[in-house]
């Protein structure tokens, strides 16, 4: 009888993300995902289906992990905005490790790839759209409870936000200092409520 390969889908997909994170998708090779992932050829088309359908599978998970984090936020936070804000310290001076949130995993997905790649551009597209409605129903919560000014546009204030998040954590790898940062929140925070 043959032995039989175990295979941990959510390992597997934890392991692809830091390597697309380290590398982005073009500079990932099929034969480095079967050494990072452990995993023969065969067994990653067999799995997957392709390389890009792996990395759809990839943003998928990660689109996921970043919205569940932002539920985990609000969760333990004393109003919508405070969840907000701490969900923002953490993806922006948090530990990078495989499963978090990092925002600017999909802003690279949609810097890098090429016009053909418009299947994976897409993808990427939809978990930021994702993010960005999970976004405004925070910030409809936090007009509701006054937080915000009773006109807000929250639907423009999300999008206003998720590109101050990209800017952010583009900007997070530049090595500057993290009190510098903690500053560049607190002021994103701080102009959110007087828009």
């Known amino acids: 009888m043959a032995n039989k390969v175990k295979f941990d889908r959510d390992e597997a997909i934890d392991k692809a ?7 982005g998708f073009g500079g990932t090779s099929m034969r480095d995902l079967q050494q990072h992932l452990d995993m023969r050829p065969g067994s990653i088309y067999a799995s997957f289906g392709s390389k890009d359908n ?3 599978e990839v943003i998928r998970c990660y689109g ?20 907000l804000q701490a969900f923002i310290y953490h993806v922006t001076l948090g530990e990078e490790e ?8 999909l802003a690279k ?32 919560r936090a007009r509701e409870l006054n937080q915000l ?8 204030l999300a999008k206003w936000l998720q590109m101050q998040i990209m800017g952010l954590r583009t900007y997070a790898k530049s ?9 560049m929140i607190d002021d994103i925070f701080t102009s959110l409520k007087s828009r």
Request: glycine share 4%.
């Open 17 to 23: 993300t830091l390597l697309f994170w380290q590398q």
């Open 109 to 140: 997905t949609l810097s890098e790839l090429p016009p053909e790649q418009q299947e994976l551009i897409t993808a990427a597209q939809q978990a930021l759209l994702l993010v960005e409605d999970k976004f405004e129903q925070i910030l409809q």
């Open 175 to 183: 090595q500057v200092a993290q009190a510098e940062l903690e500053m």
């Open 64 to 83: 996921e992990h970043c919205l569940q984090g932002l539920d985990n936020f609000q969760r333990d936070a004393s109003s919508p905005l405070a969840g």
């Open 149 to 156: 000014s009773s006109n807000a546009d929250c639907h423009r």
């Open 54 to 56: 792996l990395f759809k």
């Open 98 to 105: 495989p499963g978090q949130c990092r925002l600017c995993l």
